[in-house]
Structure formats: C-alpha cells, structure tokens
C-alpha cells in the first residue's frame, strides 16, 4: 500500500552551528494510523481546542475492505446551527487519505461517504478549510469534490510554500534568486551565528522564544495568536516531533525564532517567526529561513508552508482571515478575500516561497 511516509527527526543542519535534541520518530501525533493524518485533524489537536459541548467527530470511509481517507473536525452549536468545521481553531484541515496518490473516483466517495456521516451526526452545515496543492496531489482532486458535492466557497487567501526535492536544502539555495544568495552569503560571513532547536523539556528557552515572537508582533501592532502555556499544550499534546521551536542567535544573544509543526506526511508549516531585540545591519530571517528549509528537508520534508500574509482586519473575518465566523454561509461569488500584505509577500516570495490559493468551503447537509 502506497503510505504516506513519516518524518523522522531532523539531524543539525549543515553551515553555522545548529544543534538539536534527540527526538522520536515524527509520527503526527500517537495514534498508529498518525503518519496520514494531518495534526490539525488529530483527536489530540482538537483537544487542546475544544469548548463547552463540542464535539469530535472522526468520519472514515473504506472500500472493498480498505481504508480510503477521513474527514475530521469539530461538531459545535452556535446561534443554533451546529456546524462540522475541519480546520478548527487552525489554519487548515481537509480531506486525509492513506494513499499519497488516491483516484479522483475513490475521493469523490469518500466525499459523498463523509458528507452523508456528518448529516447524520447533526451537522446542518459543513465547512472544510482546504489544504493547497502544493500539500500533496491529492489536495486538488478534493477540492473538486467538495465543490461537486455543493460547497462554494467562502473565503480564499494565499499562502507561501516553498517547495523541496530531491536536492534538499542545497537545492533550496541554487534555485534562489541572485538577491537572496547574496543576503545570505553576507550573513554567513559573519560568524557569530548559532541555531539551536530546543529540548522539549526546556520550558523555560521556549517560553524566552515565545516572549521574542511576541514582542515581534507587539512591534508591528499585532498580538500574537497562541500564548505561551497553549504552545507548551501543545508541543506536549502533540509530541516533540511535530511541534518544534527554533532559535537563532548572534553572539549568544537571541535574535530570531521560528515555530513550526510537522504538520502533514512529508511537510512542515511555520505557524509564527520573527525578529527582535537586536541592531544588527542585515535581517537575520533569511538565514532563519534556510535554518528552518535545512532542518525540514533533513527530515524528508517535500515543503514548507509558510501560511498566509494577509492585511489583518481587510477580510470579513477580524481576527483571522483563515477563519471565518463559525455559522456563516455565504453566497457563491460573495467569497471573504482578504487583502494581501504587500511587503510580506515580497519577502516570501523573496526567500523563495510560491503564492498558492487556500480555500475555504462550506455548504449545508441537506440533500
């Protein structure tokens, strides 16, 4: 059976000094079946995110015997309508399956199978925050499906990926644009640099790590989402494989930081970074995004996503343009399209990201 590979553990990246702890295989999660499951679908994830009378609800389907795939997410009232959301309280949930290349006919059912279960569990709307494509090649044929099946879609973004093969991280570099080399060979020349991916049982360097991502937000304007005793939930609940806080240093001094999640079988997704507290004459996030792209491919990875870069407040949705009020629908061609943040873009796009589209879909269970 052709299965999604797991990732293992990151070795220390080459160039600089990087160290990083011993770590377990990165299955996502604890559950045997975890390699093919994304960790914002995964019991454990939802777990840390659940209200009073949510539900999970894990819908699976087989053929001939076999597993197919999973739609997972959380089943909760609000004004009355209860509303399956795979994608809560995260950035993106979708479809699973076991095999990376499944038949579009296989999806199509499992889409129907999925949707049919979620109608009998109560859900009176169904609303799925998609995975891009350039997650895996399943990910466009479920999008189809969904919309086949009714959904529309009601709000879009762009995320940032950058995309790996088989050359890793030396790849990376040689596919980089002149500008990006350069600032990165100016930066090495400098040897005062270490990085350094933090132990799991050192909470005292995640929370100083947490502290440095949060005055970064602070600096623009900005709060950042998760507080420093729901990251340490988290890395818990979820294992030190998948959750992984990086630190980079100059002169011993914290300059930069990076959390970032195993998120799906073969890739990885920055859910914040930034600078702060330092006067040094170049940025030093380009030399964290290598770190972090080095430690990715040594894992296996095949990307790093590195989520959206929207203008807060420009879409419908104030606190997060990913996720949208939990029981509106919305009319086909009256999508929630928040603004792109030019200058974030620019710098994504930059380090050698590609802009790919990120759905939201929802539609009611009715037949």
């Known amino acids: 059976m052709d299965l999604a590979p797991p990732l293992p553990s ?22 045997p079946d975890g390699a093919w499951r994304c960790v914002f679908n995964r019991a454990a994830f939802h777990r840390l995110n659940l209200g009073p ?52 006919e296989r999806i199509d059912a ?26 895996g090649p399943n990910d466009g044929a479920a999008v189809h499906a969904l919309l086949r099946h009714g959904l529309r879609i009601e709000a879009s973004d762009l995320t940032f990926v950058i995309g790996l093969d088989d050359r890793g991280a030396a790849g990376y570099r040689d596919d980089l644009k002149r500008p990006a080399r350069r600032a990165l060979r100016h930066l090495e020349e400098d040897g005062a640099w270490s990085a350094e991916w933090l132990a799991p049982d050192d909470d005292a360097g995640w929370r100083a790590a947490h502290a440095l991502l949060a005055a970064n937000r602070a600096a623009k304007g900005r709060r950042l989402a998760l507080d420093a005793p729901y990251v340490l939930a988290a890395r818990d609940a979820l294992g030190p494989a998948v959750v992984r806080m990086l630190v980079l240093r100059h002169a011993g001094a914290p300059v930069a930081a990076a959390l970032a999640y195993a998120a799906t079988a073969g890739g990885w997704y920055v859910v914040a970074w930034g600078d702060h507290g330092h006067e040094l004459p170049r940025s030093p996030m380009n030399l964290l995004a290598l770190r972090v792209v080095e430690a990715a491919a040594a894992a296996g990875g095949r990307f790093v996503d590195l989520g959206v870069s929207s203008v807060p407040g420009s879409g419908r949705s ?4 990913s996720m949208p009020t939990a029981t ?7 999508a929630d399209s928040p603004m792109v943040d030019p200058g974030l873009a620019q710098f994504k796009t930059s380090i050698g990201a590609r802009p790919w589209l990120r759905l939201t ?3 009611t269970t009715e037949r």
């Open 328 to 334: 509106r629908t919305v009319p086909a061609g009256d």
């Open 361 to 363: 879909l929802a539609g």
């Open 110 to 135: 499992l889409v129907a199978g999925t949707l049919s279960q979620a109608r009998d569990a109560g859900a009176a709307v169904v609303r799925v925050r998609c995975r891009p494509e350039a997650h």
């Open 318 to 321: 104030r606190e997060d343009p």
């Open 53 to 104: 009378g949510d539900r999970l609800l894990q819908l699976d389907e087989h053929h001939e015997g076999r597993p197919v795939g999973s739609l997972s997410g959380v089943l909760a009232t609000r004004d009355g309508v209860a509303v399956l959301t795979s994608g809560h309280s995260a950035p993106f949930g979708g479809l699973d399956l076991v095999r990376t290349r499944e038949t579009p």
């Open 10 to 31: 990151p070795p220390a990246a080459g160039g600089g000094t990087t160290r990083t702890p011993d770590l377990p295989p990165a299955l996502l999660g604890h559950e």
